[in-house]
Each structure stands twice: as structure tokens, then as C-alpha cells.
């Protein structure tokens, strides 16, 4: 059976998407697209070819898909993700799962009730060098985990609906969640102290109407099993795409990612020395979101669990939820533990 996919926002993540279920993914298929908006939907139905296309993603889930990938902006995950399980279609939702717990305890239950897979799009866990990195920590490489380092700095600055953390929970959300979910699942423990810093530093558009905004913001984490946990995340750094990540233990270190692009530098006449840098997400993880995407079709076709679940989003949304508290009040924030 080829697993018919629909995709739900043709942005930029939901067109990575797209591509990777038209031509890398033999289970699946791209069958469906949905976008509310018209430039939006027709650029991507031109890019993609013959599929269908849907304004409205509730005609959508009612077309030939048998799952769907959610890639709108966050607010809207929730409704589309209870309204994709009620009408039988696995989902496979792009991270930050939604704004808050109780959302995300909606998603976990519509898909509990509808027997539908429910995965949730932390593709770096789906990455070479973090693979890697999880399976020495397992075979016991370092010995035992005492702190998990991880940061990610990008090239542009953020979206404005990213200013309005009431509506988006800022950048912690949208990027750092990605280095929340890392430490959470490099340290195999929950966070359960947490104290954060932040400011904006080189978004002066949002300062009069934002100033809660930050661009730039560093969480110190201490996680049940005692190891402690660091997330350090930057906005408009211009420099390039940076995600490295530091797993020290009892006996080594395990380092991830290198801001290089490549092996090669250039040295020059002149005295200097020069190699290129990461310059997008897009680059460095291409390989990533594919097998995020495979694995989500495997677990469909194979009855298997996801790699990355419900839970581990709402874990996520839960460290980004008490990380803004902590922004907000200067106050070391206190987290309950899943059970
Ligand atoms: N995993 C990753 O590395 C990664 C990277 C980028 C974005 N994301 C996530 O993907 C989501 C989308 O981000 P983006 O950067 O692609 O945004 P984007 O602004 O580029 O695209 C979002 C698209 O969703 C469409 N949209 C809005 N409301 C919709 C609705 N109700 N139904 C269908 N489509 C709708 C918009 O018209 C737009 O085309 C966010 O949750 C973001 O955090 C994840």
C-alpha cells in the first residue's frame, strides 16, 4: 500500500516536506496541498506538479490522503491536528507542537482516540551526527551523562509574527525547541529546574510595540536524573547557520555539528585563512527531514510507534512555556516531571 500524503501549509517547512514525499519516499506519495493562501498555493502547486490543491484544509482532509503533514504557523496546529485525527489521517506535525500543554493534550488524545499516529517534527533526532551521538551515549562512551549543551544560531531575523509571544511563544518556540527537545533526549531525563535570560538585540522593529521580544536567550537546566542541561539561542547573527551541541560525561565528551560547510580552507597569501560556513537549516539538515518523513511513513505502513511522539512535543512546549515564565519573571521555574 502506498501511503497517500496531504500537506497542510506550503511555507517554507511544509514545501520540504512536499519534496521529500514526491520523490524520496517510496512507501509514501504526495497526493494533496493545502495553502489558504492564493500566491502561496499556486507557486507551490506549480513547483510540485500535478497534485491537488485545497484552500481550506478541512476539503483536504476529506480528498484521497491517508495522513498529513501540518506546517502552518503554530497556532493553528491544534485545531488541524484534532480535526486530521477525527477524519482517520495520521499526522505528522511540525514542531513547536502548539502554544500550550492543554493544547497539546488535545492532540495527544484525538489521535489516542482515532488510533492514528501522531508524530511530531524534531528531524534533528532523525540527523546523522545526533544519531551517532544518542548511540555512544547509550553504549556508554563518556560514561554517565553530566551535561547536555545545545545551540542553535540563525542567519536572518525572525518572522514578525514571531514578536507577539502571547501568539507564538517567541523564539524559544519556534527555534530553540529544537535544542530543548536535543537535551531532553541526549540526557535521557526530564527537565525539572530551569532559569532563563533574554533580549532583543538586533530586532529594533519590534521594540515599541514588543518589548517582551527577544532575539537572542539562554536557558540553564537542571533534568531529574541530576545532569544539567544548557540551551543558548540566537536570532539575526548574519554570520550563518550554527547548531552545535556539547554531551559531556564522567569519562569524555561527545561534540556535534561544526559551523564549517565543509573540509576545505582556503589559505591565502595574504596571511588568512578562510572556509565556508553552514548557510541555511535547509543545507544542513536536508538529509534529516527525509528520513523524518520516511520514518513517519515506516511507522504508518508497519504499525510501529513514532521516534518522536505527542509527548515528546508537549515536554517541549512544557520547558518553552516555564523558559518565557522565567524570561518574564527572573524566577527560577520549578517543572512536575511527566509520570
Ligand atoms: N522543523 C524545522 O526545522 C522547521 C523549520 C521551519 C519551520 N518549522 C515550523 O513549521 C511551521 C511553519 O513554519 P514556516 O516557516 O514554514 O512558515 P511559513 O510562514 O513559511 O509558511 C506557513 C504557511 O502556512 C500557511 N497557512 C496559514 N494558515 C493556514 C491554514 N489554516 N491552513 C493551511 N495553511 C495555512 C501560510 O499561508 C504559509 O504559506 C511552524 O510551526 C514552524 O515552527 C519547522
Not at 24 to 40: Q, S, Y
Not at 68 to 75: D, L, Q, W
Not at 79 to 88: L, R, T
Request: glycine share 10%; hydrophobic share 40%.
Amino acid at each position: 500500500m502506498t501511503i497517500r500524503i496531504g500537506v497542510i501549509g506550503t511555507g517554507r517547512a511544509g514545501l520540504i516536506h512536499a519534496r521529500a514525499f514526491q520523490g524520496h519516499i517510496p512507501a509514501a506519495r504526495l497526493t494533496a496541498i493545502c495553502d489558504p493562501g492564493p500566491e502561496a498555493l499556486s507557486a507551490a502547486r506549480s513547483r510540485l506538479g500535478g497534485v491537488a490543491g485545497f484552500a481550506d484544509y478541512r476539503e483536504l482532509l476529506a480528498a484521497d490522503v491517508d495522513a498529513v503533514v501540518i506546517a502552518t504557523p503554530t497556532k493553528y496546529h491544534r485545531q488541524i491536528a484534532v480535526d486530521a485525527a477525527a477524519a482517520g489521517k495520521h499526522v505528522l506535525c511540525e514542531k513547536p507542537m502548539a502554544i500550550s500543554e492543554d493544547e497539546c493534550r488535545d492532540m495527544i488524545e484525538a489521535a489516542e482516540r482515532a488510533a492514528v499516529k501522531l508524530q511530531i517534527g524534531f528531524m534533528r533526532r532523525f540527523d546523522a551526527g545526533h544519531v551517532h551521538a544518542k548511540r555512544l551515549v547509550e553504549d556508554g562512551a563518556i560514561g554517565e551523562v553530566v551535561a547536555v549543551k545545545s545551540l542553535t544560531h540563525g542567519p536572518s531575523v525572525p518572522h514578525p509574527w514571531m514578536y507577539d509571544l502571547k501568539a507564538s511563544n517567541g523564539p524559544l518556540a519556534e527555534v530553540s525547541s529544537h535544542d530543548i527537545d536535543a537535551i531532553r533526549w541526549l540526557s535521557g531525563s526530564e527537565v525539572v529546574d530551569l532559569q532563563a535570560f533574554a533580549g532583543n538585540y538586533r530586532c529594533p522593529d519590534a521594540r515599541a510595540e514588543f518589548p517582551d521580544f527577544y532575539d537572542t536567550v539562554m536557558v540553564n537546566a537542571r533534568f531529574a536524573n541530576g545532569a544539567l542541561g544548557h540551551v543558548d539561542g540566537a536570532h539575526g547573527v548574519r554570520y550563518g547557520y550554527d547548531n552545535r551541541v556539547e554531551i559531556h560525561g564522567t569519562h569524555g565528551r561527545i561534540d556535534i555539528g561544526d559551523v564549517s560547510a565543509d573540509r576545505v580552507v582556503v589559505h591565502e597569501e595574504t596571511g588568512r585563512s578562510s572556509r565556508d560556513i553552514v548557510a541555511s537549516w535547509r543545507d544542513l539538515y536536508r538529509e534529516a527531514y527525509i528520513a523524518e518523513d520516511r520514518a513517519f511513513a515506516q511507522a504508518i505502513a508497519e504499525g510501529t510507534p513514532v521516534r518522536v511522539s505527542g509527548e515528546d512535543g508537549l515536554a517541549a512546549v512544557r520547558i518553552v512555556c516555564a523558559g518565557n515564565a522565567s524570561i518574564a519573571s527572573g524566577a527560577i521555574q520549578r517543572l512536575t516531571p511527566p509520570q
